[in-house]
């Protein structure tokens, strides 16, 4: 989780230039004693890119929403079941 942490904030500052005053210091870690969670680093990455869009060839700012973050196998289930599993079940009853 922290390689592809890392990954997304090279990816985010390619193409930025620094000058001498304005370094920029990312620091993720990661610990057994005390983990980071996947759902924070959702939280921290949504509220860097609506600070900080990500703008297109055409100049635009690219509009992100905040995605489903599930936290146990058990919430996917449901979550699938609900979503997917259910209309599918609904349109197939009808054939």
């Known amino acids: 989780m922290v390689v592809d942490t890392l990954l997304m ?3 985010v500052n390619a193409n930025q230039l620094c000058s001498a005053d304005s370094i920029l210091i990312y620091h993720v870690g990661s ?5 980071i969670k996947f759902s924070n680093l ?4 949504y ?3 609506t600070k900080n869009p990500y703008i297109n060839k055409n100049g635009k700012a690219v509009q992100i929403s905040k995605c489903k973050v ?3 196998w ?3 289930q449901r979550y699938m079941a609900i979503r997917y599993l ?3 079940k609904d ?3 009808y054939f």
């Open 47 to 49: 509220c860097y890119f």
């Open 74 to 76: 058990a919430e996917f």
């Open 91 to 93: 349109k197939l009853f």
């Open 42 to 45: 959702h939280k921290f990455s």
């Open 9 to 11: 904030v090279m990816v």
């Open 31 to 35: 610990s057994i004693r005390n983990p």
């Open 70 to 72: 599930l936290d146990t």
């Open 86 to 88: 259910l209309p599918l």
